[in-house]
């Protein structure tokens, strides 16, 4: 007589479900994607997106300004290097894993999240840390908006954010760079607030890999490097996270990171930048401003705290 | 070694000024393809940092041909000076992109030399380089003698001070800049060693 089956598995060797989209992406054929994620301007699934007030009147930079000149150290330190690399990457699925403190933590899909989210078109000024600048006709929806899917606890007071780590894809994550994966965290009275958005394309299209394909952040007021790109997970927590630019060299960076033109960085001023242009001659210098031009709606959540300490 | 002398017969025939002719093409063709909007969507920043690696690029040679003497006994020192005031043309080019299209506001550049270290290493180098391109001549060397030789011993702490520029300007652990501080160290090393008397032994 054979004996009655058993299950002699434990639950822990359920292979969770973010690790098996993963999988699964990787196995989708990454050929198709690269062949997808080289596509220019205008071949790209289009987006429908409200305006929004928020948005600058600056005239935007062109599409191959903000697709060839990016800052994405998983695929390498030159500008260009994101543009060339970048087509590897899987972007679909996509699951983003919210826990810590809060009501329901799960692994969500990317489709779930952007059910129910109100995507506009936000024309934001981003400002580098190294001096630049452009202007990005982000499309994207309110940060708030998937907190409040996932429900914060009150005990919660930070958002700790990471990109996707996946050296299969992420060639330079296979380098000492940076202490991979990327990570950012945000107070939770930033996160929340009416600016910061979760972005999901630009100029009116999907958004490019090099950009931080699917899921990326931006915050606005602050140096670049704060909005993390191609985001898996989103963590509500109680102390104030190490982000990696912090942890990389503390005296240059901090976890604030609001545009300041008056702290300057130690190794260069952060007073002006350069406004990104390709003609040569063009490119002139212009003054920065405080909290990038956005202070009339957060500086308010800094008042009273010492900037050049709380940098 | 018979090697050597072959290949040292036959660099006497070759004229040094070839090297001065074609030292200002790569500059030439790269303001060309600025102007012709090939070099992607920040041309300043792409001619500044050219500029800047080639200069660092020729001076580590430089740096590097008493060294191939010594161990393989192939001798460039003809053309040392020419090489040695191409490097030092690469790195002019390299500020006046710098002074006229990336920084352009006078106050900040007065700034940035003070305050910003990479800048001030930078520029130190710049100075230092200055009485070694205006004695580039044989009438400096007659005139100065022994002294012309200690003078030219600056270009130890001009490589040095241009590799640790381009270290310092670098955000995170890349590699590259880490493997030009490697070389200049090797090639610096490579003095204090006694090579010398080991090929003489």
Known sequence: ?311 | MPIAQDVNARLRKLPVWPIYAIAPLPPLWLLWQGLNGQLGVDPVKVMEHWMGLRGLQVLIFVLAITPIRNLTGISLIRFRRALGLVGFFYICLHLLIWLVLDVQIVGQIVADILKRPYITIGMAAFVLMIPLALTSNNWSVRKLGPQWRLLHKLNYVIVLLGGVHFFMLVKGWQLEPMIYLAVIFVLLALRAAPLRRMRLA
């Open chain 1, 1 to 311: 007589m054979t004996p009655r089956w058993k299950n002699d598995l434990p639950y822990s060797a359920i292979t969770p479900k973010a690790a098996w989209l993963s999988r699964r992406a990787i196995m989708a054929g990454a050929g198709a994607m690269l062949a997808a994620s080289a596509l220019p301007r205008g071949a790209r699934a289009k987006i429908d997106a409200a305006p929004s007030s928020f948005s600058t009147d600056e005239k935007p930079n062109t599409f191959e300004e903000i697709t060839t000149y990016n800052n994405f150290y998983e695929f390498g330190t030159g500008k260009r290097d994101p543009a060339a690399n970048a087509g590897s990457l899987t972007t679909d699925p996509w699951a983003v894993e919210i826990g810590g403190l809060v009501e329901r933590p799960g692994t969500y899909d990317l489709a779930d999240i952007l059910k129910g989210a109100a995507l506009e078109e936000r024309i934001y000024r981003l400002r580098c840390v190294e001096g630049w600048s452009m202007v990005i006709p982000w499309i994207g929806f309110e940060m708030r908006h998937v907190l409040d899917l996932a429900g914060v606890q009150p005990a919660a007071k930070y958002v700790r954010m990471e990109t996707l780590y996946r050296p299969e894809e992420m060639p330079y994550q296979r380098q000492p760079i940076l202490d991979w994966p990327y990570v950012e965290g945000l107070r939770l009275d930033e996160a929340m607030h009416p600016l910061t958005i979760l972005a999901t394309g630009l100029y009116g299209e999907e958004m490019p890999n090099q950009n931080g394909a699917p899921l990326r952040l931006v915050v606005p007021w602050k140096y670049g490097f704060k909005s993390i790109k191609s985001i898996v997970k989103i963590e509500l927590v109680e102390n104030e996270p190490l982000n990696t630019w912090k942890q990389t060299n503390p005296r240059e960076y901090g976890f604030y990171s609001n545009v300041n033109p008056e702290v300057d960085h130690p190794r260069w001023s952060q007073a002006t930048e350069r406004r990104i242009t390709s003609k040569l001659f063009g490119a002139s210098r212009i003054e920065t401003q405080m909290f990038n031009g956005y202070g009339e709606h957060v500086a308010g959540m800094y008042a009273g705290m010492d900037l050049s300490k709380f940098y």
